[in-house]
C-alpha cells in the first residue's frame, strides 16, 4: 500500500486480498466531496451484487467508529471481481474504506493485505477462512476491529434490544415477528449536532437518517425506517444526532407500517429511555407524526390480538393503540394477565 502519513489523510488508498484462486485482489478506495451524493459508491466489473455487498459491509462497518463525519463520499472499486460465493476481500474492503479517510494507517512503506469477513459487522466482529479462525491484517490476527488500533472490542459499546410484533397474513406463517436495534454512541460536535427539542434544521435530520441502517431491506422500506426512528428520536427532544444505529428485522418480507411502534420501543429501550419489561415487548402501532410521539392505530385488530393472545408469554409486555381500546374482545385483558402478561392502549409514546 502506499505510505500513508498519520497527520494527513490521502485521496487514494489500497488494501489487497488473496482469492481462493490464489488472485491477488486490489481494493481501491478514493475520497471527494460528498456534495448530496451517497456516503459510498462501489464498482466491481461484471458482478453488481459483489458491489452491492461490499457497499452494505463498508456502511455496517462503520457503525463501530466513535465519530460521524459524511461530508466526504468514498468511492471503492475492485480490480478483479471475485467468486459469488467468496467473502474474505470484505475486510481489504473494510481497511481500504478507514484509510482513505484517516482512521486506519498501515505500516510505513507496507502493502497491506488482508484476510477476513463477518456476519456482524456493525459489532466489528471479525471472522477467518473456512476455519473460523481469527482474520489476518498481513500477519497480525484480529477477532475484531478495535484489535487494530489496540482497543477492546467496539461492539462492547453496543447495545442491542429486539422488540415484537404481529406478523399477520392470514395463514399458517403468522407470528409474532422481531425487530431489532442495535445502537453506536458516537462523538458528534456539539456545535454542529443538533439536539433541540424544538429543532427544524433539515441538515441535522439529513444526518440521523444516514447514521441509520437497515440491510437486507428493499429502498423503501429503509427510507420507512430512517424516516420512524429520526421522528420519534425529535420526540426525545435530545435524540438527535449521538447514535449510529442498525436495524434488522427476523422475517424482513413483510408490507405495511404496523411494526412501527415496536421499532421505536426497540430504539428506546437500547438508547435507556424505557424500563426493561420482564419479558419481551410486544407492539403493534403506526404513526404519521412520530415527531410529536403520537400512536395511530393499524388494521387487522381481530386477527392480530388472536395472534398475541395465542403467542404471550409470562412477563411479556403487550403494547396496543389507544384506538383498539374500546373495541377489545371481552376478558382478552384479564387472559393476558392470566398467562403472566400486561397490556398498555397508548396514544403517546414516552407514557408507557
Not at 3 to 17: G, K
Not at 46 to 72: I, N
Not at 251 to 263: D, N
Amino acid at each position: 500500500m502506499t505510505v500513508l502519513s498519520i497527520t494527513t489523510t490521502p485521496a487514494i488508498a489500497e488494501c489487497r486480498s488473496i482469492l481462493a484462486d490464489g488472485r491477488v485482489l486490489t481494493i481501491t478506495a478514493s475520497r471527494r466531496p460528498r456534495a448530496n451524493r451517497a456516503e459510498v459508491k462501489c464498482s466491481v466489473p461484471g458482478a453488481p451484487a459483489v458491489a452491492e455487498r461490499m457497499r452494505e459491509v463498508v456502511r455496517l462497518a462503520r457503525h463501530t467508529e466513535a465519530r460521524f463525519d459524511s461530508r466526504d463520499q468514498v468511492v471503492l472499486s475492485m480490480d478483479i471481481a471475485p467468486g459469488d460465493t467468496e467473502r474474505d476481500w470484505e475486510l481489504a474492503a473494510v481497511l481500504a474504506d478507514r484509510s482513505v479517510r484517516g482512521l486506519f494507517h498501515p505500516a510505513a512503506g507496507a502493502r497491506t493485505v488482508a484476510h477476513g469477513w463477518s456476519d456482524n459487522w456493525h459489532l466489528g466482529r471479525l471472522c477467518g477462512r473456512a476455519d473460523g479462525g481469527a482474520a489476518t491484517v498481513g500477519t497480525m490476527q484480529v477477532t475484531h476491529l478495535g484489535a487494530l488500533t489496540g482497543h477492546a472490542d467496539p461492539s462492547a459499546a453496543v447495545s442491542t434490544v429486539r422488540a415484537w410484533f404481529p406478523l399477520h397474513s392470514g395463514g399458517v406463517n403468522d407470528e409474532l415477528a422481531w425487530v431489532e436495534v442495535s445502537v453506536f454512541p458516537i462523538d458528534a460536535d456539539p456545535a454542529t449536532a443538533d439536539v433541540s427539542a424544538n429543532a427544524t434544521h433539515t441538515a441535522a435530520v439529513d444526518s440521523e437518517e444516514d447514521s441509520i441502517a437497515a440491510p437486507g431491506l428493499d429502498l423503501g422500506a429503509q427510507q420507512d425506517i430512517r424516516q420512524t426512528l429520526a421522528g420519534a428520536r425529535h420526540f426525545d427532544g435530545k435524540g438527535l444526532g449521538r447514535w449510529r444505529s442498525v436495524v434488522r428485522f427476523g422475517q424482513p418480507r413483510f408490507q405495511g407500517g404496523s411494526y412501527q411502534l415496536a421499532l421505536v420501543m426497540a430504539d428506546r429501550l437500547a438508547r435507556g429511555r424505557e424500563f426493561v419489561p420482564r419479558g419481551r415487548i410486544i407492539a403493534t402501532g403506526c404513526s404519521s407524526a412520530w415527531h410529536a410521539g403520537r400512536v395511530d392505530t393499524v388494521e387487522g385488530r381481530e386477527p392480530k390480538l388472536e395472534l398475541i393472545l395465542r403467542q404471550v408469554g409470562a412477563g411479556d409486555r403487550v403494547l396496543l393503540p389507544k384506538a383498539w381500546e374500546e373495541g377489545l374482545p371481552p376478558g382478552f385483558q384479564a387472559d393476558l394477565r392470566q398467562k403472566g402478561a400486561t397490556l398498555a392502549c397508548i396514544d403517546r409514546i414516552g407514557m408507557i
